[in-house]
Each structure stands twice: as C-alpha cells, then as structure tokens.
C-alpha cells in the first residue's frame, strides 16, 4: 500500500475538493438514515391508531379518526420523499467533486508520466517496450484513478453510513444488531474472494486478447511477406488457435460471474430472514414495536451495498498500489543524460572534436567506436564511409548528446558537449538521421517539426533543397496531402528526403546527414548536392555514407572499420594510399560503368 502515498501531493493539491466531497458523502448518508426512524413511527402510529380505530367503532370520532390516519401518512409520505430528493441531490455533489477530483489527478498523473518520458535518456528506449510504455500511461493511470475517485468515495461512504447505521439498530436493540451484523463480514470476505478470482481471469483474458489483436495486426500489415511466403494457411491456424483459447476463457469467466450476483442475494436474503425471525420473536416479547422490524430491515438494506462493496474496494485499492508501483518505478528512474547546472547556450560556430572516444553499447557491449579522435574545422565538409556496423551512426548519436562516451570526450567549438544546455544543443545541430520516421500528419507539418515558427516561405525552401518540389506538386493535395502513418504513402527516397528537409529547415551551422541520399536516383542526387553546394557553403557538413560522392570535393574523408579509423584525408590522398578507400571508389565506379 506503502506505493500509494505518492498519491498524496495530488490530495494536497485538491484538498478543498476532497474535503468538500467528503462532506457531501457525510451529509447524504445523513438523509439515508433519518426515513428508517420515520418509517418506524408511522407504523407505530398506524398499528396503535388501528386499536383505537376499532374501539372507536360506533361513536362520530371514527371519522375524524380515519382523516388523521391519512394525514399522518401521506405527510410522512411527502417528508421521505423529500428526504430521498434531498439525498440525491447531495450524492450528486458527492460525485462532482469526489470523481472530478480523480479525473483531475488523472490529467496531472498522466503529464507528469509523459513529460518524464521526453526526459529520459535513448538507453532507456533500447531497453523498454513501447507497449509497456503505453500501458504505463494508459492502463496503470487509470486504476490509479479508481483509488483516487470510487475507491475514496465508496470507502467513506461505507464507513459514515455504517456508524450511522449501527448506531441506529443500537439505540433499538443491542441483541438483534449482533444477530444481524455479524454474517455481514462473511459476505464482504466471500465478495473479495470471487472478486479476486473474476480479476485473475479477466487479467488472462485481457492480455489474450492482446496476443489475438496483435496477431491479427501482424497479418493485415504483413499480408504482402505472407502471401508470398504462401504461410495462409499457417497464419490462421495460430489465429485459429490463439482465438478457441480466448473463447474458452471467456467463457469460463462468465460463468464465474453468473455466480456472484445470487451468491451476493443469498447472503442479503439470508440478513433478512433472521432480522424478521428474531425480531418477530423480540416483538412478541414485547421487547421491541413491529416497527422496528421494518426499520431494521431498512438498516440492512442500507448497509448492504456498501458491505458488498468492500471486497470491491480492496482489490481496486490492491491493483491500484500495483500500478502505482509501476508508475513510481518508472519516474524514479532518472534520466542519465542531464544538461548541466550552469549550462552553455553560445550559438555554436561548428567547430567539432573527438578526443580518443571510446564508446560500448551498455545493454549488448558491443564497443561502437574504439580510442576515435577526429578533428573537423569550422565550415570543412567531412565524409565519413564505412561498412554496416562500423560505428558511422554512433558518431552522430554522439555529437548530438544520445548517449556519453565512456572514455574522451566530444567537444563542439572547444566546448564539452557535456557543458552545452542539452536540448539547445541539439536545436544547433541540424539532424537528417538514417531512420526516416515520419508522422502521420501533413508534408508541410512533416517538414516544419523543426521549427514550430518557420513560415511558408521556409517550408517551401527546405523542400527546394531537398528536391522535392516536383513530389510534391504530383501529390493530390500538394503540401496539405497526409502521408499516412509514419509515412507510408511515400517511397522510400520521398521519405529520405522529407526528413533531409527537416533538417535543412533548421539553418544550422551543423549539417549531420546520415546515409541521406543512400535511397535516391543519381540525377535527384546530383541536383540535391549541387543545391547544398550553395547553401552550406561556410557551414559545416558531416556526410556519412557508404558511397563515396564523387561530385562533392571533401576537405577529409574518413574510413571508418570497427569503430576506429582505416585510412583518412582527401579524395586524392586516398587514392594515393590506394587501400579501403581506392578499392571501394574502384568497385564503385565500375559498377557504374557496368550498368
Ligand atoms: N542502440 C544500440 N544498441 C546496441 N548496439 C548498437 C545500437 N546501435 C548500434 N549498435 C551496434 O554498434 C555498432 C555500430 O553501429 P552503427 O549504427 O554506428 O553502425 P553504422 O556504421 O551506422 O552502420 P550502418 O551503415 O548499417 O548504418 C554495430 O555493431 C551495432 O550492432
Ligand atoms: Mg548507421
């Protein structure tokens, strides 16, 4: 329970709600109690005046007799239905603030959760599931929020209206409260048990249905690798499979459930039954008036759905502390890259060091980059080639503080990138990175995510840069058309150079392109380089790639093998060594040739 507590900064926040809500379940339990004492009055009154009725028989006052009987009850009557007015009323208010309340902690609890998310470090990505993440914000909030709203509501509600009840059968008869009271327990125990058990089954049953929905998302979006690989028929048998063992769990549950209601009106039933027994006999004995039976049987019934709803409540409050320990373990986890107290926030020139960087991969060890040093000046234009795997990305993951080398140090302008205010950092350093994810959401909003502020003009320029005017104008709606999920309605260049136009946008003074043109026709190429040629002419520019760019002069191209340098220098001097660098330029041109 103990995970609960950091709920408790959330109850100080909203405390006049929750007191003033508390209030409300305090008052409208109040109106709830007081119909039992009229009910048993006038039904003294009655049965008394009945006696007398028949006494009277004979004399003029029978008449006045019989209107007084009627005025009686129907005042009465009209006083408890105000009373049930009045309670409603208040359970009303009860709700408004109590279950406002919680949708109100919600809203906090899930921005909280979303904005430590932003925070974290890459790593922590690496090594959890999105669907976990999501369930996080999503599933656990949300029984959280059954704590905060019902659970609070229902448990004061049982406790007010129970002391307020007791004291009421007390006040009538000590014995008959015992008689009637104690099986109570038993009935809350019994629910908690079933409860338990219908939430273990429900558990089983949710997480099948993810199993059976995530099969079947497979197969819609992998429909083309299956039909090809003719696995048709291989596929519905597992969905086939996956979907009886769903039905057999669903079905079972609900024959559980079927047992809960009658077992529940049973135990309710079995209440009733020994409050009319000893009462009757109380009554016959003179002890207590027939109506008190009836305000007995009122009590019970008053108590019964709150006694009921403990089981309820304790499991929700038990799933909730879970799910709060979850979310706790989550924002307790703290993100490893951090700006720093006295952070940098120069406009950076694009002056880039590496300085005997070594860096290993904390979750597989596998060591990206080995002992590297790299110097770039300001407004040089560096190639980096290499084989898959050589660590080309890394370099980049670096530069733009993902991840902190173990050993050296990576400096931008003579400063440690460590020292650099982190997100302003990263605004400097214009990205085009080798996974081209983009939302769904329009071309122009694609190509602006950079910058929330760029104009029209802007927007239309990046794409100039990057080529994709003529793209665009063939697309129905133009700038406006929606690529579909992560993009799907675009080739794999359109993609490349949708998000090389997001990084141009940023105008930096750093231009990190990595395996940007890796997926685009020679031609589209060529106009894309000779765009850039002009626009980046005194800014820095890291091309990473594994095809030399002939078309561009590099003032340094390094050949990168298992995270260390092979050979490096110029396109002549490289040609000159005549090792990695000549034989894949070779290779290169006369594949060209070939085709
Ligand atoms: N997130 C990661 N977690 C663990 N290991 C990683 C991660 N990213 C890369 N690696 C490993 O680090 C090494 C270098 O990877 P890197 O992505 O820098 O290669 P690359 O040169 O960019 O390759 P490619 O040309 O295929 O993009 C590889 O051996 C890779 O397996
Ligand atoms: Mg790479």
């Not at 990263?426 to 939302?439: D, H, N, V």
């Amino acid at each position: 329970m103990g995970n609960l507590g950091s709920l408790n900064k959330y109850f100080v926040r909203y405390k006049w709600r929750l007191l003033l809500g508390l209030a409300f379940v305090s008052i409208s339990n109040l109106f709830a109690v007081i119909p039992p004492v009229i009910i048993r009055n006038v039904l003294d009154q009655v049965q008394s005046n009945i006696d007398t009725y028949h006494m009277l028989d004979g004399t003029a006052l029978k008449s006045d007799m019989n209107s007084y009987v009627f005025k009686l009850v129907l005042w009465n009557g009209l006083l408890l239905l105000g009373l049930a007015l009045m309670r409603g009323v208040f359970m009303f208010f009860m709700r408004q603030t109590i279950i406002v309340m919680s949708r109100l902690i919600e809203y906090d609890q899930k921005n909280e959760i979303y904005t430590h998310y932003q925070e974290l470090h890459t790593h922590f990505y690496k090594t959890h599931f999105t669907g976990d993440l999501m369930n996080r914000m999503s599933e656990d909030v949300s029984r959280v929020r059954m704590y905060t709203g019902p659970a609070i509501m229902y448990s004061t509600n049982l406790i007010v209206l129970s002391i307020m009840c007791i004291w009421g059968m007390l006040r009538v008869n000590p014995l008959l409260t015992i008689y009637v009271v104690v099986p109570l327990p038993l009935l809350a125990l019994s629910i908690y048990i079933v409860n338990r058990l219908i939430f273990k089954k429900s558990e089983k049953i949710q997480s099948q249905l993810s199993d059976l929905t995530t099969t079947a998302q497979e197969s819609y979006s992998g429909i083309r690798v299956i039909k090809s690989f003719v696995q048709e028929h291989n596929m519905l048998r597992f969905f086939t499979k996956t979907s009886e063992d769903y039905r057999k769990s669903a079905i079972n549950l609900s024959l559980t459930e079927a047992i809960y209601f009658p077992a529940m009106n049973l135990f309710i039933g079995l209440s009733m039954l020994s409050t009319v027994l000893i009462g009757g006999y109380l009554a016959i004995q003179g002890k207590i008036s027939a109506g008190n039976i009836a305000e007995f049987v009122i009590y019970i019934n008053l108590l019964m759905f709150p006694i009921s709803s403990i089981g309820w409540v304790a499991s929700m409050i038990q799933r909730a502390s879970a799910s709060q320990k979850r979310i706790n373990e989550f924002l307790h986890t703290k993100p490893e890259i951090v700006s720093p107290a006295d952070a940098i926030k120069n406009e950076v020139k694009g002056e880039i060091r590496f300085d005997k960087v070594t860096f290993t991969f904390q979750h597989t060890g596998i060591t990206a980059l080995k002992d590297f040093s790299l110097h770039i000046k300001s407004g040089d234009r560096v190639a980096i080639i290499g084989r898959t795997g050589s660590g080309k990305s890394t370099i980049a993951q670096l530069l733009l503080r993902m991840y902190d080398p173990q050993q050296g140090a990576v400096l931008v302008d003579g400063v440690p990138v460590k020292n650099y205010d982190l997100q302003h950092l990263r605004t400097q350093i214009a990205y085009a990175p080798q996974e081209a994810f983009l939302f769904s959401d329009s071309i122009f909003n694609n190509i602006r995510f950079s910058g929330k502020d760029a104009t029209e003009r802007d927007v239309k320029h990046a794409a100039h840069l990057a080529d994709l005017e003529k793209d665009i104008a063939g697309l129905p709606k133009g700038y406006e058309t929606v690529i579909g999920e992560r993009g799907v309605m675009l080739s794999g260049g359109q993609k490349q150079r949708m998000v090389l136009a997001r990084a141009l946008l940023k105008n930096s003074n750093i231009l990190l392109m990595d395996e940007s043109l890796s997926a685009v026709d020679t031609q589209t190429e060529k106009r894309i380089l000779e765009n850039l040629n002009t626009y980046q002419k005194d800014k820095t520019t890291i091309v990473i790639t594994h095809r030399i760019f002939t078309l561009w002069n590099f003032d340094k191209i390094i050949v990168l093998d298992h995270g260390q340098i092979a050979e490096q220098g110029t396109h002549a001097e490289l040609m000159q060594l005549n090792g990695k660098y000549a034989a894949l330029y070779r290779h290169q041109t006369e594949t060209a040739e070939s085709n």
